[in-house]
């Protein structure tokens, strides 16, 4: 199938700093879904971005889909130990096809 | 909040038996699905679900996978002859109905552990 590719696949962020992840296809992407999986825990949807050059915020979580539709971030911003886990995108075309994930940790 | 129940959260079985993973879907939700993730690894799709019949099934899901929704609430995910490769974590999820703008809501898992 055609996969969605994410950079980086593992994020070490001082408490209190900023990182992005990213998310790129080869192919125009219809939309894509965020989720995050807490250590030992499920999938957990965050966000689903349709448009071109769309931008969603939940508190300090920014959301980016590409202008091209083919590529997507997430930028958090002030990290806090509870934005521990993994952060999955996924192309959703009737089903979810999931990114490799950036796994993120925290040093307080 | 509604949520998706899966049963039993912990499976160990002997390679070669057979295994049931259930799940109770959310109850307005139309579409099924079945994911496995190997520790460490990305989700996989396995299989979609919708209107009594499979719609999508991935490589992973061969002859050795079936689903059923018996009853009208539960939703099964049976596999046959368990291989060690099988050991993972499944995760059942559902969504509403029409266009999928709304996420899919995942069960906590069951843990499968061939031996």
């Known amino acids: 199938g055609q996969q969605v590719m994410q950079i980086p696949q593992y994020q070490h962020v001082q408490e209190g700093e900023d990182f992005t992840t990213y998310c790129n296809s080869s192919t125009t992407l219809s939309n894509i879904q965020w989720y995050k999986q807490r250590p030992g825990g499920h999938p957990v949807f965050l966000i689903q971005l349709v448009k071109s050059g769309e931008v969603k915020k939940q508190k300090r979580l920014t959301f980016q889909f590409g202008e091209a539709k083919k590529n997507s971030s997430l930028h958090i911003t002030a990290t806090q130990t509870t934005d521990v886990g993994t952060y999955f995108c996924a192309r959703n075309d009737y089903k979810l096809s999931f990114g490799a994930g950036t796994t993120v940790t925290v040093r307080a | 909040e509604p949520e998706v129940t899966q049963t039993p959260s912990h499976q160990v079985t002997q390679m070669g038996q057979e295994v049931i993973l259930r799940c109770v879907p959310i109850?307005?939700?139309?579409?099924f699905y079945w994911y496995r993730q190997i520790l460490g690894q990305k989700v996989e799709f396995l299989v979609s679900?919708?209107?009594?019949?499979?719609?999508?099934k991935s490589e992973i899901f061969d002859d050795q996978f079936s689903v059923e929704r018996p009853d009208g609430s539960n939703f099964t995910l049976k596999i046959r002859s368990t291989k060690l490769e099988d050991s993972a974590m499944y995760f059942c999820?559902?969504?509403?109905?029409?266009?999928?703008?709304?996420?899919?809501?995942f069960g906590s898992g069951t843990r499968l552990t061939v031996v």
């Open positions: 679900f919708y209107n009594n019949e499979i719609s999508e």
């Open positions: 999820a559902s969504r509403s109905t029409g266009v999928s703008r709304y996420g899919y809501t």
């Open positions: 109850s307005n939700h139309l579409y």
